[in-house]
T-cell receptor
C-alpha cells in the first residue's frame, strides 16, 4: 500500500458527461501528479500540483482540469467525455526535496466512457 | 519519435531464468532513471532508481544506465512466478519532476 488513495475505483459514464476523480496524497507529501494510462499510449503525464499551485503541465486536454486543495487532496475533472478518454487515471504524490524524489502511485481510477 | 521507447512485447520465461528488459530514450536531459513494476489492476510501484550512468544492484534486480547510448536495462536474476508483472521504465530530468514512461513489458514467469 503506497499510502496514496484514489476514489472511485471504477467509473462508467456516457459520452458528453463530466466526472471528477479524487486523490489523497501520502501524509506529508506536497506534490500531486496525475497520469493517464491507456493501452496505445502507455502512462502519460497530465499535470502536477505543488502545495496548491500548478507546477507543470503535460499532455492534458483543455477539457480536463485539476486542482489541489488546502488539505492537499487533488481532483481531476474530465468534461465533455469522449470514448477515447476511457483509460486508467493514476495519481502520484511525492515530497519534493533535495536530490531523489520518489513518486508513489495510487491504485488508480478505471474510467469507461460508453 | 517518442521520448522513451520500450518494446511492449510480452515476455514469457521459465522460473529461474534471467529476465532482461531495456529502454532507449532520445532526451539527453534525462538524468534520473527508474524501473516501476505494475501488477494487474494496481498502481506502479518503484523498483529501482538510478542517477546518471552506472549500475545498481538490489537483491535479484540490477539496473544499468548507459547515457552515452541513451539506453537503460533491468535484469532480474533467478526469476520467480511472483515477478510476473508489467515493468515500466521511467525517466526525468533535473528540475522537472514529471516522469516520462515507456509503454511497459508484460513479464510472465512460468513455474
Amino acid at each position: 500500500d503506497s499510502g496514496v488513495t484514489q476514489t472511485p475505483k471504477h467509473l462508467i459514464t456516457a459520452t458528453g458527461q463530466r466526472v471528477t476523480l479524487r486523490c489523497s496524497p501520502r501524509s506529508g507529501d506536497l506534490s500531486v501528479y496525475w497520469y493517464q494510462q491507456s493501452l496505445d499510449q502507455g502512462l502519460q503525464f497530465l499535470i502536477q500540483y505543488y502545495n496548491g499551485e500548478e507546477r507543470a503541465k503535460g499532455n492534458i486536454l483543455e477539457r480536463f482540469s485539476a486542482q489541489q486543495f488546502p488539505d492537499l487532496h487533488s481532483e481531476l475533472n474530465l468534461s465533455s467525455l469522449e470514448l477515447g478518454d476511457s483509460a486508467l487515471y493514476f495519481c502520484a504524490s511525492s515530497l519534493p526535496g533535495q536530490g531523489r524524489e520518489t513518486q508513489y502511485f495510487g491504485p488508480g481510477t478505471r474510467l469507461l466512457v460508453l | 519519435q517518442k521520448e522513451v521507447e520500450q518494446d511492449p512485447g510480452p515476455l514469457s520465461v521459465p522460473e529461474g531464468a534471467i529476465v532482461s528488459l531495456n529502454c532507449t530514450y532520445s532526451n539527453s536531459a534525462f538524468q534520473y532513471f527508474m524501473w516501476y513494476r505494475q501488477y494487474s489492476r494496481k498502481g506502479p510501484e518503484l523498483l529501482m532508481y538510478t542517477y546518471s550512468s552506472g549500475n545498481k544492484e538490489d537483491g535479484r534486480f540490477t539496473a544499468q544506465v548507459d547515457k552515452s547510448s541513451k539506453y537503460i536495462s533491468l535484469f532480474i536474476r533467478d526469476s520467480q512466478p511472483s515477478d510476473s508483472a508489467t515493468y515500466l521504465c521511467a525517466m526525468s530530468s533535473y528540475g522537472n519532476n514529471r516522469l516520462a514512461f515507456g509503454k511497459g513489458n508484460q513479464v510472465v514467469v512460468i513455474p
